[in-house]
C-alpha cells in the first residue's frame, strides 16, 4: 500500500503541477526490457522504469519507478520495486537546494523495506551544451524493517551524490549518477552507469549497469548487488 501512494503521489503531483503552469516544460521516459524462453528452460524476466520531470521557471520535479522480476521454473527469484520523489529549488544559474524521498523493497535484500527522506544542497561544477556535472550534500533519515525478525531501524545519515551527463553525440548519450549515504548503523552506496542510443525518433536502446552495497545487512544476505539490463526506451 505505502508503494502504490507513492507512486500515485508521484505521477499525479508531477502531472498536476505541469498541468497548473502553463509555461511548465513535462519530460516523460518509459523503459521496458523482457526477457522469456519456454522448453527446457522456463524463465522470465522483466525490467520496467518510468520517470517523470516536470520544469517551471527555478523549481525541477522528478519522479522516479523502477521494477524488476524474475523467474525461473515458476519460482521468484528477483523482484524489487523502488521509487523516489525529488523537488529542486534553484538558487541561482550554479546552485540549488532540493528536498528527497525514496522508497525501496527487495524481497530477497533482507529488507522488507526501506525508506528516506533527504534535504540537502547542489552545485553545477559543469554545465555546457555537451556535458554537465553536479554534485550535491544534504542530510536525512532513514527506516527499515529486516525481514527474519520484522525489527524496524530508523538512523540519520549524511548524503553525498555526483550526477554526471554526456552527450556523446546526437544520437548517444552516457550519464553517470552515484550516491552515498552514511548512516550512523549503515552506509549505502549506489553507482548508475548508463549509456542510450537512439534509433528512431522517440526510440533508443539503453544498456544501465548498476552496482549497490550495503555495509550492514542480515547475516543470509549479501552486501552487494549488481545488475546489468538492457531495455527499449520510449521518451515523450
Do not use: C
Not at 521494477?67 to 523516489?84: C, H, I, M, P, R
Not at 549503515?186 to 549509456?195: A, P, V
Amino acid at each position: 500500500m505505502k508503494l502504490l501512494y507513492l507512486i500515485s503521489l508521484i505521477l499525479l503531483s508531477s502531472h498536476a503541477y505541469a498541468a497548473q503552469q502553463r509555461t511548465a516544460t513535462l519530460k516523460s521516459e518509459v523503459e521496458l526490457g523482457l526477457v522469456a524462453t519456454r522448453g527446457n528452460t522456463d524463465t522470465k524476466n522483466i525490467n520496467a522504469k518510468a520517470t517523470v520531470i516536470s520544469e517551471m521557471d527555478s523549481w525541477k520535479h522528478t519522479g522516479k519507478l523502477e521494477v524488476l522480476n524474475s523467474s525461473d521454473n515458476n519460482t521468484t527469484t528477483t523482484e524489487s520495486y523502488f521509487a523516489s520523489a525529488k523537488t529542486a529549488h534553484k538558487i541561482d544559474e550554479l546552485n540549488y537546494e532540493f528536498g528527497l524521498l525514496t522508497y525501496e523493497a527487495d524481497r530477497f535484500s533482507g529488507y522488507d523495506y526501506r525508506e528516506s527522506v533527504s534535504i540537502g544542497y547542489g552545485h553545477t561544477l559543469i554545465k555546457t551544451s555537451v556535458q554537465s556535472l553536479d554534485i550535491e550534500a544534504g542530510v536525512g533519515i532513514r527506516k527499515s524493517r529486516i525481514t527474519d525478525t520484522a525489527e524496524r531501524q530508523q538512523e540519520n545519515f549524511l548524503r553525498g551524490a555526483g550526477i554526471f551527463e554526456w552527450h556523446v553525440s546526437d544520437n548517444a548519450t552516457f550519464s553517470e549518477d552515484f550516491t552515498i549515504e552514511a548512516g550512523e548503523n549503515n552506509t549505502i552506496s549506489k553507482s548508475i552507469t548508463s549509456l542510450k542510443s537512439k534509433v528512431a525518433g522517440n526510440l533508443a536502446t539503453k544498456i544501465t549497469y548498476t552496482i549497490q552495497k550495503t555495509t550492514n545487512v542480515p547475516s543470509d544476505a549479501k552486501e552487494t548487488d549488481i545488475e546489468l539490463v538492457v531495455n527499449l526506451v520510449y521518451s515523450f
